[in-house]
C-alpha cells in the first residue's frame, strides 16, 4: 500500500524531511534558525515532514509521515491506528533486530499487513541494518511469500552493510528487481562500500552517487509502473549527525568533534539528484 496524496500535492512525487537530518545542525550551517527554519523548509520544496514527535512542525501546513519500531505482534495494529487517526500520510517501520527466525519475521510481517488492512493506512517496512530486511536475499524471500509489500528505501544500509560493489554490481542489481518494483517512499542517503553517510559533493564518491542514481531511478520507475491515481512517492532525507554516529566528522581541536559537511545543503543535493531520477524514470516510460 502506497501513501496518499494530500490535495495540495499537484504531483505523485512530494518531499518531506526527516526532522533527523536538521537536528543538531552545526552552527554555521546555512539553514536558517529560529522563526526562518520552517518557513526555508517550504521554500525548499518540503511539502512534510517525518519526524517521532510532530509537536514542533504542528499546524504550519505541513503534512506528515512517521516512523515507528515493529518488535511484537501487537506493535504494528497500535501504529496503524495512531497514523489513521492522526492523518499521516504513512509511517515508515524498523521491524524486527535481524535475529528473529523465518517464522518469528514472517509472524510480524503478517502482523503488519493485517493492521495496514484493518485501518486502510500505509505500513512501510524499512531496509535497514539490525531489523529482518537487513539481507537482501531474504528480503527478496520475503517478496516471494508477501508480494503485497511495499519498502522505504534506505540503501545505504545494502550498499554499505553488504558491500554491493564487492563482486558483482549488475548482477546484484538485476536480483534486486523485484524489491525496486516495491519501492514507496525514499530515505536519501548516499553511503560508500565503506561509510554509511558521506559528501555527496565529494568527487572521491561519484562512483557511490551513480551507483545511487541507478537505484533510486528503477525505484521511481518501479513505483510509476505500479502506482495507481491518488498513490504517492515521498523522498526524504535522511542525513544524521555524527553524534549518532553518521555524518563525517573531524576533530575540533578542542577535544571534541565537527561535522565535515552541511547536511542542510546535503539534502538539497540529494533533492536535485532525485529529482533527475525521477524525470529519467518518466522518460524511459515515455
Given at each position: 500500500m ?22 543538531k545542525?552545526p552552527t554555521?550551517s546555512?539553514?536558517?534558525t529560529?522563526g ?10 518540503y ?20 516512523s515507528?519500531?515493529?518488535?511484537q505482534?501487537?506493535d504494528?495494529?497500535a ?9 499521516y ?5 524498523h ?9 518469528q519475521?514472517?509472524?510480524?510481517i ?15 517496512i524499512?531496509t ?5 530486511t ?9 517478496v ?19 558491500e554491493m ?9 538485476e ?19 565503506g ?7 565529494d ?5 557511490s552517487?551513480?551507483?545511487f542514481k ?8 518501479g513505483?510509476?509502473?505500479?502506482a ?11 542525513v544524521?549527525?555524527?553524534i549518532?554516529?553518521?555524518g563525517?566528522?573531524?576533530a575540533?581541536g578542542?577535544?571534541?568533534?565537527e561535522?565535515?559537511?552541511d547536511?542542510?545543503q ?12 525521477w ?5 524511459q516510460?515515455a
Open positions: 502506497y501513501a496518499q496524496k494530500k490535495s495540495t500535492a499537484a504531483d505523485a512525487l512530494v518531499f518531506h524531511m526527516n526532522a533527523g537530518s536538521i537536528w545542525l554555521w546555512t539553514m536558517p529560529g526562518a527554519r520552517l518557513p526555508a523548509l517550504k521554500a525548499a520544496g511539502s512534510g515532514i517525518q519526524s517521532l514527535d510532530m509537536k514542533h512542525f504542528e499546524n504550519q501546513g505541513f503534512d506528515f509521515s512517521h515507528g519500531r515493529v518488535d505482534l501487537v504494528a495494529d501504529i496503524a491506528r495512531l497514523g489513521r487517526d492522526k492523518g500520510m504513512c509511517t515508515t517501520l521491524v524486527g533486530h535481524g535475529l528473529e527466525t523465518d517464522l519475521a514472517c509472524a510480524l503478517e502482523s503488519i499487513l493485517e493492521a495496514q488492512n484493518t485501518y486502510n493506512y500505509p505500513l512501510i524499512e535497514h541494518r539490525a531489523t529482518i537487513q539481507d537482501a536475499r531474504r528480503t527478496l524471500d520475503f516471494e511469500r508477501f508480494p503485497e509489500l511495499r519498502f522505504n528505501a534506505d540503501f545505504s544500509h545494502w550498499y554499505t552493510g553488504q560493489v564487492y563482486g558483482d554490481f549488475d548482477a546484484r542489481i536480483a534486486l528487481a523485484p524489491v525496486f518494483e516495491r519501492i514507496a517512499y525514499v530515505h536519501g542517503r548516499i553511503s560508500s562500500p561509510q554509511i553517510q558521506i559528501d555527496v559533493s568527487p572521491f564518491y561519484a562512483q552517487v551513480q551507483h541507478l537505484m533510486w531511478r528503477l525505484s521511481c520507475e513505483f510509476i509502473n505500479n495507481k491515481a491518488g498513490d504517492a512517492f515521498i523522498f526524504a532525507p535522511e544524521l549527525p555524527h549518532i554516529h553518521y563525517p566528522s573531524q575540533d578542542k577535544g571534541g568533534h561535522e565535515t559537511s547536511r542542510w546535503q539534502c538539497a543535493q540529494l533533492l536535485t539528484i532525485f529529482k533527475q531520477c524525470a529519467d524514470a518518466l522518460q516510460r
